[in-house]
């Protein structure tokens, strides 16, 4: 696949200089590390750290907790486990 897109960004010039040293160290150049980054962002369907989106089901429970809806308590850890069948 033919590489035409371009990206420009803006970036503190000590941070790409401490950040191209240590790619430097790794064999990679910022333009392959920026490609690995999309790659991977591609792969998790999100950045391949914190930051996802989270999945409708994930964001559904979410809700529903915060709003107290489903929400089970327990005074022991004992009771947690009986409850979950352990």
Known sequence: MSK???IRTRIEPD???EVDDILFQLGLTA???VQLLYRQIKLQRGFPFEGRIPHSLTVRTLKAS???ENVKRFDRKEELYA???L
């Open 83 to 85: 409850d979950l069948g």
């Open 31 to 33: 333009s392959e590390a």
């Open 4 to 6: 035409t897109a371009t």
């Open 15 to 17: 941070l790409k200089s």
């Open 66 to 68: 915060q709003s107290g």
